[in-house]
């Protein structure tokens, strides 16, 4: 992951900058102190005058700058981007273990000319892990984001547009992309992933045609670098367009692929959730049967992923294991749920008994108010689906707005740890 060197005056100048206002010296009052003019030290912190290395040395002696060799710095450097590219190829507990190493630098790096990347890596590791809010280092990063190289501007391009589509906000996430699909260069490793978070987003969106094109375009890239990972993700993408262009069988077929493909090489998590996706692609054909084989695929730990509790669930009511389902349910309880799949699970439950039928609305309508907030067009399609079935079997006309919103859902796809 080489990089372009970025002019070291301007990080200089960026670095004086923002020791200076965190200190709170006043800009005349520093220059005073150098002794310089003040308009050609503002000039100096602009970058639009060259600072000499005495006089470096004497303004990072008055900010309390560190001294540090140029091997010093290019460790670091290289540890950076060595973390960029274990989340590159999704060696997360690598990348951890490298990241914790980093922050134990966080002062130094702070006040050395690396400080831009510094929190561009840190950004970029949080948006990877969707840790928290990461507004202020966006506001922070933008304040210098002249200094940035023309490798470093792509990736906070990037992030910035995976941060919107981790938010659901989809439409912005593309406004990012579609600044550096313009862009009539590539960079390596990072326009792979511009393409597989493009392609997401179109799916979400319900362009599948170009989001089928810009999958296949990451899945060549991942298979130039031997990116199993990714690999096997852009596959599963590839089966999801096709299970919402409503070809479940072409759908099983990529997922029949690529788990006799990769398998070996994936990870349990990520194995559990193709089964979960290949799961959903049966249970929306209807094809319990062959939901249920793919259930008992699960490996160790597919508990940790919750939309596959309704999965199985659903698949037990609709082929009237009524016993299983009551274990199952039993058994359910037990691991963290959020309140959609806790409730969808209510549902199931209840969908068998009779009398409950206001009981069902009343939780189907919690179910959609939850997931207009923060849910998966996914669970809103199950959602809907339940609506319309309740409104039709009692006749009542509110189930013609449900199917139109049924109908621009089932445009879209749902998947699971799209990092």
């Not at 273990?97 to 831009?116: G, M």
């Amino acid at each position: 992951m080489d990089t372009m060197n970025t002019d070291e005056s301007k990080l200089k100048a960026a670095l004086i900058r923002k020791r200076r206002i965190e200190l709170n010296w006043k800009q005349e009052a520093f220059a005073k102190s150098l002794p310089m003019a003040n308009s050609s030290f503002s000039e100096m912190e602009r970058g639009l005058r060259p600072i000499t290395e005495e006089l470096y040395r004497t303004i990072s002696n008055k900010l309390e700058l560190p001294s540090l060799t140029t091997d010093w710095l290019a460790e670091q450097s290289t540890l950076m981007n060595l973390i960029k590219e274990k989340l590159y190829f999704f060696q997360y507990e690598e990348a951890s273990v490298l990241y914790t190493k980093l922050e134990k630098q966080n002062d130094i790096l702070n006040n050395s000319l690396l400080f831009l990347d510094y929190n561009l890596t840190l950004f970029i590791y949080n948006i990877t892990f969707n840790n928290g809010k990461e507004l202020k280092r966006i506001k922070f990063i933008k304040t210098y984001q002249d200094c940035l190289n023309s490798v470093q501007n792509y990736q906070f391009i990037l992030y910035q547009g995976i941060a919107e589509k981790n938010k659901l906000k989809l439409d912005q996430a593309m406004d990012f992309f579609q600044t550096l699909l313009n862009l009539p260069y590539t960079v390596k490793y990072y326009t792979d992933l511009l393409y597989y978070h493009a392609a997401i987003c179109l799916i979400q969106i319900g362009h599948l045609t170009l989001a089928h094109n810009y999958n296949k375009k990451a899945d060549t890239l991942f298979k130039e670098e031997g990116n199993f990972q990714r690999i096997a993700y852009t596959m599963m993408h590839e089966a999801i367009i096709y299970s919402h262009e409503n070809h479940p069988e072409e759908a099983g077929k990529i997922y029949d692929k690529l788990l006799k493909t990769y398998s070996k090489q994936l990870s349990d998590q990520t194995i559990n959730m193709i089964l979960c996706n290949a799961g959903n692609n049966y249970v929306n054909a209807t094809q319990y049967n062959k939901a249920e084989n793919i259930y008992k695929q699960l490996r160790p730990g597919w508990q940790n992923i919750p939309e596959i509790f309704y999965g199985i669930a659903w698949t037990l009511l609709q082929t009237d294991q009524y016993d299983k389902l009551d274990e199952f349910l039993e058994y359910s309880k037990q691991y963290p749920k959020n309140k959609f799949i806790k409730d969808m699970l209510e549902i199931i439950n209840l969908q068998r008994k009779s009398n409950h039928e206001k009981e069902i609305e009343i939780k189907l309508k919690a179910c959609e108010k939850y997931l207009n907030r923060e849910g998966s067009s996914e669970g809103m399609i199950f959602i809907y689906e339940q609506l319309i079935q309740y409104y039709e079997t009692r006749s009542i006309v509110k189930q013609v707005k449900y199917l139109k919103k049924l109908n621009e859902l089932n445009k879209r796809g749902m998947q699971y740890d799209q990092r």
